[in-house]
């Protein structure tokens, strides 16, 4: 079973930028799609960003279309979300997961843009 570890969080004027990293543990994570998530307070758990096995197939909410940009490393067991023009809205914890959210939610990376 893979587990995963997300980093790179902070507090954040709006306008700034943050790049985090997710971390699986195992030897399949390059066999999985995978995606970033994020839940604001008092709100579900949303979509943020996708990317499939070979990193070729992507997909971004609306919401951080042309912000934000996914990618993996499988050599690495690595994924990212470089977040750039980030906005108070953005405000949220942030998690990594497969596309399916079949692996047990970490603790997740909070995420605060200030105004």
């Known amino acids: 079973q893979v587990q995963l570890v997300e980093s790179g969080g902070g507090l954040v004027q709006a306008g700034g930028s943050l790049r985090l990293s997710c971390v699986a543990s195992?030897?399949?994570?390059?066999?999985?799609?995978m995606g970033w998530f994020r839940q604001a307070p008092g709100k579900e758990r949303e979509t943020v960003a996708t990317?499939?096995?070979?990193?070729?197939?992507?997909y971004y909410a609306d919401s951080v279309k042309g912000r934000f940009t996914i990618s993996r490393d499988n050599a690495k067991n690595m994924m990212y979300l470089q977040m750039n023009s980030l906005k108070p809205e953005d405000t949220a914890v942030y998690y990594c997961?497969?596309?399916?959210?079949?692996?047990?939610w970490g603790q997740g990376t909070q995420v605060t843009v200030s105004s």
């Open positions: 990317i499939s096995r070979s990193g070729g197939r992507l």
């Open positions: 997961n497969t596309e399916q959210r079949t692996v047990i």
């Open positions: 195992g030897r399949t994570f390059s066999r999985y799609d």
